[in-house]
């Protein structure tokens, strides 16, 4: 009987494992991300295919086939000699300016100008956080410019200015006006109501809670329905506003609840200790929330703020139910017309829109990152 | 500001926070009060000046005019209260059929944002953008006159669909099934196989908390649900017959005709709102922990019962809040409907009633009664499920 055999020794050094398959590259990248395992590889068929199928089309339609120049439907029918049309571009570069100002004087569109000028340099220095005096900023964005604004768009005969009717205003012009209005007055409402709804006074309380739940409970439509049909009724009247300002209203009642909710959040993450230190100092109500509370809560809310806003930009398009010229309602109008009327002009009214509309809003979501990040810098260790 | 403080003597009434608070909310209400008073006279005057006599006298008055999609009986010779009701219902299908659309696109995209293959995680991501950054007027008006407006106009060059429908500009038709007599034990025997379902799916639960071994619950509850009325129909000789759409000279007569509207109303309000249901199910999903899925891999619990037990139940808690919100805003942007000719409630009430009987008072107030009571419901019913799905402490 052999002895047991109780070690073994290898007699040569086992050969090295190969080295893994590559762990980066574009080879291995693929891999890990589109082919780890069959129901991803599947995934990812279907992907290119999706794509495949929609992106060569929306490329060749809105540029390869887009026509770019052109005076009348003509240019963007099909003929035989090119059968298949894209875009109409043509149709937006000729209506650009009604797109634009709407039915605003052409000798006085200089104004129209001059206000988007006015608007762009506010918000520059309102979004711009480091920028310098922006206590004057604020006087100037949500007092002079208002003002400024009203005088300068809708005229004052004794300053030379003719009176526009704002029947006259259309297009970006009215989009910009209503989403302004929408910040500029609905803003102070808006603090005034969250102030009032976290009030240690319950009259004071109850009317803010009654009017954002009722505000917040109703859609947009009928707030502009009983802005425009209702308000007459009940001023006098000599009073009666027209139908821009009417849907104005609305648009800054509807505004004003969101915001204040917005606000409301921004109130409630203030620790008490900053309520009671003020108050230890010897403040009023008024200069412990002017003071202390509101530039803090303020600025923590401003991404939350901007997303209303994004969300209020994009509701500015109802206003055209109330029958307002907005941008929409421009293209709307224009795309109908006989003297443009095609297969493809809608669409690329739309698309026109569709950008108007994702270039703002993206850029305010963008911003509201940026601003997110920015506050969080003295959390990040 | 305790009682104490404001009864100390020698100080003023004017510096008094009791007394100051009692003046300032005094003079809110009667500012109120005066401005509600100063309306009320004004309106009346003016109602009167325009003689429109006041109060909802116009509700069975003959509306005379007619609905193009009605789910209950109305003719043009109904009333203005019937009218009404028409446009709420069609109001609320939309709705209801809106999120369970958008639940189901929503979910879908928020988990398809989340996966580890690079293309999908992108392709979710570019949705989510494109969409919730066009506004949803702009999205309902390319649906319906761009989308629905290209299809075909000729009943001859309708799309068909397989199994007997057809697609053209003036809607979609489809095979309407028509039940015969026997129909109904079917039905019956429907909503016994729901209960019996229910039933074991307790039981089952019951049982696996108890014993710690899980009868199988989805195929028993599929079994429950589908097996007796399909036993049911079938002793009845399959009471059921289609009504397909026949295509006639001019138009489609027979079987289940759907609005165009109503078919751009929907997709255009499921797929704005998945866009906003993604997000929230992809911050519910990333708010739970990563050591939670260790722990239950840990544990040897499969993957599906990993995401089934531990991973779900807890991202529901971030999910339900906003996910009510988006509910409540799909049943509010049902209005837009007003922009398209979908008759819902504030196209028929609000515009057509509104503009016959000037009643701008009772009717607006209605509508806004109507929206305000749904979203008081619905956050109801969320908040009972939220209160269940909610973290339980000692």
Redesign the interface.
């Known amino acids: 009987m052999p002895p047991l055999q109780t070690a073994f020794v290898a007699p040569a050094p086992i050969p090295a494992a190969p080295p893994p398959r590559s762990e980066t590259g574009v080879i291995a990248w693929l891999r890990a991300n589109l082919f780890s395992s069959s129901l991803n590889i599947a995934l990812t068929v279907l992907c290119v295919l999706l794509l495949f199928w929609t992106v060569p089309p929306l490329v060749k339609f809105l540029l390869l086939d887009a026509v770019w120049t052109g005076f009348d439907r003509e240019s963007c029918l099909a003929r035989p000699e090119r059968p298949v049309v894209g875009a109409c571009w043509a149709f937006v570069a000729e209506r650009l300016n009604f797109f634009i100002y709407g039915f605003y004087p052409i000798e006085e569109r200089w104004r129209v100008d001059i206000f988007f000028a006015a608007l762009a340099f506010g918000i520059g220095w309102m979004t711009w956080l480091d920028a310098p005096r922006r206590g004057l900023g604020m006087l100037y964005f949500f007092l002079a410019l208002p003002v400024a604004s009203f005088v300068l768009l809708y005229g004052a005969p004794r300053l030379g200015l003719p009176i526009v009717e704002t029947a006259k205003w259309g297009g970006v012009l009215v989009t910009v006006v209503v989403a302004a209005v929408g910040i500029v007055v609905a803003l102070p409402i808006g603090i005034l109501l969250a102030l009032g709804r976290r009030s240690s006074m319950p009259a004071v309380r109850l009317f803010s809670v009654i009017y954002i739940e009722f505000v917040r409970g109703v859609p947009l439509i009928t707030v502009l329905f009983m802005a425009s049909v209702m308000l007459p009724l009940f001023l006098p009247e000599v009073w009666s506003p027209d139908k821009l300002l009417r849907a104005l209203i609305g648009v800054a009642m509807f505004s004003a609840a969101y915001l204040a909710e917005v606000v409301r959040a921004g109130l409630q993450a203030i620790p008490r200790g900053q309520y009671e230190a003020a108050q230890a100092l010897g403040l009023g109500y008024w200069k412990v929330m002017y003071l202390v509370i509101l530039p803090q809560a303020l600025k923590i809310t401003i991404p939350n703020m901007v997303n209303s806003a994004i969300g209020l930009f994009k509701d500015t398009t109802l206003v055209f139910v109330v029958g307002i010229f907005d941008l929409l309602k421009t293209v709307e109008a224009s795309r109908i017309d006989p003297k443009w009327a095609t297969p493809v002009t809608s669409v690329t009214g739309y698309a026109f829109v569709g950008l108007f509309y994702f270039l703002g809003c993206y850029a305010m979501s963008r911003y509201s990152r940026y601003v997110e990040a920015r506050l969080a810098q003295g959390e990040r260790r | ?1 305790d009682a104490a403080e404001s009864a100390k003597p020698g100080v003023s009434l004017l510096n008094n926070p009791r007394a100051r ?1 009692i003046a ?2 005094a003079l ?2 009667a500012a ?1 009060a005066a401005l509600a008073y100063g ?2 006279t ?2 009346s005057a ?2 009167k000046r325009a003689k429109i006599a006041s109060g909802f006298g116009f509700w069975n008055d003959t509306a005379g005019f007619d609905i193009s999609q009605t789910l209950i009986e109305y003719s043009i010779t109904s009333t203005y209260g019937r009218a009404f009701w028409v446009g709420l219902l069609n109001t609320l299908l939309v709705a209801a059929i809106g999120i369970v659309l958008a639940t189901v696109l929503g979910f879908a995209v928020g988990i398809a944002r989340l ?6 995680s992108r ?1 979710a991501g570019l949705y989510v ?2 969409i ?7 999205q309902l ?2 649906w319906y ?2 989308v629905l ?2 299809l075909p106009e000729r009943l001859q060059d309708s799309i068909r669909i397989p199994g007997g429908g057809y697609l053209n500009r003036r809607g979609l038709f489809l095979p309407e099934p028509v039940f015969g007599s026997g129909a109904g034990i079917a039905l019956s025997a429907l909503v016994f196989g729901i209960i019996a379902a229910i039933a074991y799916r307790s039981w089952a639960k019951r049982r696996r908390e108890r014993t710690g071994f899980a009868p199988p619950v989805t195929v028993v509850v599929l079994a429950l649900v589908l097996a007796p009325p399909l036993v049911a129909l079938a002793l009845a000789g399959f009471p059921v017959a289609f009504d397909y759409p026949q295509p006639g000279r001019f138009n489609i007569h027979g079987g289940l005709e759907i609005l165009p509207e109503f078919i751009a109303l929907l997709i255009g309000l499921s797929t704005y709102t998945a866009a906003f249901i993604a997000e929230a199910v992809r911050a519910g999903l990333l708010a739970v922990p990563r050591g939670q899925t260790e722990a239950a891999q840990s544990l040897g619990l499969s993957a599906w019962r990993t995401v089934r037990f531990v991973v779900i139940p807890q991202a529901m808690r971030v999910i339900v809040p906003p996910l009510t919100s988006q509910y409540l805003n799909l049943t ?2 049902s ?2 409907a ?2 398209i000719g979908y008759p819902d409630l ?1 196209h028929i009430f ?1 515009g057509t009633v ?1 503009n016959q009987t000037g009643q ?2 009772e009717v ?1 107030a209605l ?2 009664a109507v ?2 009571s749904i ?2 419901f619905t956050s109801l019913l969320m908040n009972i499920y939220n209160r269940r799905v909610a973290i339980v402490e000692r």
């Open positions: 500001m608070a300032y909310q809110l209400c109120i309306a009320i004004t309106a003016n109602l996966s580890r293959n690079w293309l999908v392709l953008e494109v919730r950054n066009l506004p949803l007027l702009l008006l390319f006159n761009a407006n290209a509010k942007n209005s837009l007003v922009a504030v609000a509104l701008a008072v607006i509508t806004m929206y305000l979203s008081l």
